[in-house]
């Protein structure tokens, strides 16, 4: 073929005409001069109705799943410093897996003590609804446990942490007057640490923590500083605050502990005197409402009592008014021991 002529050879004398070559040009391969082969006729996916409502069921639990961890979760958000209180306290749970523990604990304990008044109304009473009255109180007070039981469980982190708390107040001035003098004996830092890790109740267990991490092969100033944000002690993380900035920068660490050691005394010599004078004030109340009041209280009622027939004065009276008198000295005892300094505990 010459110029894109077409060229005629003779074949046992047919004479047979050749196709001209397809030219090829930038953009084009030789794939694309390819006949196009029809497309095979896709069958449709067949799928088993078995299955079809397996996967449905499936996804309808994965979203119940979904709303309930959603609704536990803001429970414990609710609950202003659970997740922090776990974390202090060690627990290795996420907040929703220890409010969803918590939750399944106080259903338990509030069906256990539902039946059991149920059992015990039906063994009392004796009237015709015997049986409506003892399930309705059972649920009542079923339920009743649960709410009370729930609220208790998520708020016993806190009340722990904050139960530690002042049980280190009460040691750690002691512990860094320690670490102070190992220090500027010459011991290093971190065998000063070591050394006041125990004999100091809760505040020795919070310089174990930074023990531990250095044992695990954490730095000495990565391991003060994640224990200082695991910690809710303030006056150690002012401590340890001020020993990790002094790690940095070089300075000396004895002289700036020491200083903050001052400024805690000082700081607990002004709570000592605010609590003295709450304690005058308590003290005042006391006695007016629980020794002066009780006691003249029921010797010019029955003084009156004999002249005026209002009531009389007899054995229930005076026991009536023992649980009265002991009452108010356990509310002004509780006042007292809230009043109290931390670190005085």
């Given at each position: 073929?010459?110029?894109?002529k077409k060229k005629?050879?003779?074949?046992?004398?047919?004479?047979?005409?050749?196709q001209?070559?397809?030219k090829?040009?930038l953009?084009?391969?030789?794939?694309?001069?390819?006949?196009n082969?029809?497309a095979a006729?896709?069958?449709?996916?067949?799928?088993?109705?078995?299955m079809?409502?397996?996967?449905?069921?499936?996804?309808i639990?994965n979203?119940?799943?979904s709303k309930?961890?959603?609704?536990l979760?803001?429970i414990?958000?609710?609950h202003k410093?659970?997740e922090?209180?776990?974390r202090q306290?060690?627990?290795?749970?996420?907040?929703?897996e220890?409010?969803?523990?918590?939750?399944?604990?106080s259903?338990i304990?509030g069906i256990?003590i539902?039946?059991?008044v149920?059992?015990?109304?039906?063994k009392v009473l004796?009237?015709?609804?015997?049986l409506?009255?003892?399930?309705?109180?059972?649920?009542?007070?079923?339920?009743?446990?649960?709410?009370?039981?729930?609220?208790?469980?998520l708020?016993?982190?806190?009340?722990?942490?904050?139960?530690n708390?002042?049980l280190i107040d009460?040691?750690?001035?002691?512990?860094?007057?320690?670490l102070?003098?190992?220090?500027?004996s010459?011991?290093p830092?971190?065998?000063?640490i070591?050394?006041?890790?125990?004999?100091?109740?809760?505040?020795?267990?919070?310089f174990a923590?930074?023990v531990?991490r250095?044992?695990?092969g954490i730095?000495?100033v990565?391991?003060?500083?994640?224990?200082?944000?695991e910690?809710?002690?303030?006056?150690?993380?002012?401590?340890?605050?001020?020993?990790?900035v002094?790690i940095k920068?070089?300075?000396?660490?004895?002289v700036s502990?020491?200083?903050?050691?001052?400024?805690l005394?000082t700081?607990r010599?002004?709570?000592?005197?605010r609590?003295?004078q709450?304690?005058n004030?308590?003290?005042?109340?006391?006695?007016i409402f629980g020794?002066?009041?009780?006691?003249?209280?029921?010797?010019?009622i029955?003084?009156?009592?004999?002249?005026?027939?209002i009531?009389?004065v007899?054995?229930t009276v005076?026991?009536?008014?023992?649980?009265v008198?002991?009452?108010?000295?356990?509310?002004?005892l509780q006042?007292?021991?809230?009043?109290?300094?931390?670190f005085a505990?």
């Amino acid at each position: 073929m010459l110029f894109g002529k077409k060229k005629k050879i003779i074949i046992e004398g047919k004479e047979i005409e050749l196709q001209p070559k397809p030219k090829l040009g930038l953009f084009t391969s030789k794939q694309n001069t390819l006949p196009n082969k029809p497309a095979a006729n896709p069958q449709p996916f067949k799928t088993n109705p078995k299955m079809e409502k397996q996967i449905q069921n499936n996804q309808i639990k994965n979203l119940k799943t979904s709303k309930f961890k959603l609704y536990l979760t803001g429970i414990g958000v609710k609950h202003k410093g659970l997740e922090s209180a776990l974390r202090q306290q060690g627990v290795k749970e996420n907040l929703y897996e220890f409010v969803k523990r918590m939750f399944i604990s106080s259903i338990i304990l509030g069906i256990l003590i539902g039946i059991s008044v149920i059992i015990i109304f039906m063994k009392v009473l004796t009237t015709p609804n015997s049986l409506f009255i003892s399930i309705l109180l059972g649920f009542v007070l079923g339920f009743m446990t649960f709410k009370l039981g729930f609220e208790s469980f998520l708020n016993f982190p806190t009340h722990k942490g904050k139960r530690n708390t002042k049980l280190i107040d009460k040691d750690i001035i002691f512990a860094a007057s320690d670490l102070v003098i190992s220090l500027r004996s010459g011991v290093p830092l971190y065998n000063a640490i070591t050394s006041v890790s125990t004999g100091y109740g809760e505040a020795s267990n919070e310089f174990a923590k930074i023990v531990n991490r250095v044992r695990l092969g954490i730095p000495l100033v990565d391991a003060i500083d994640q224990t200082i944000d695991e910690s809710s002690n303030k006056s150690f993380k002012r401590l340890m605050l001020q020993a990790s900035v002094s790690i940095k920068s070089g300075a000396d660490i004895s002289v700036s502990l020491s200083e903050i050691i001052d400024d805690l005394i000082t700081e607990r010599e002004i709570e000592l005197r605010r609590y003295g004078q709450k304690l005058n004030v308590l003290a005042m109340f006391y006695m007016i409402f629980g020794i002066i009041l009780p006691s003249m209280g029921i010797a010019v009622i029955t003084i009156i009592t004999t002249f005026v027939s209002i009531f009389t004065v007899n054995i229930t009276v005076l026991e009536a008014a023992v649980v009265v008198i002991i009452f108010v000295q356990l509310i002004f005892l509780q006042l007292i021991k809230n009043a109290r300094p931390a670190f005085a505990t």
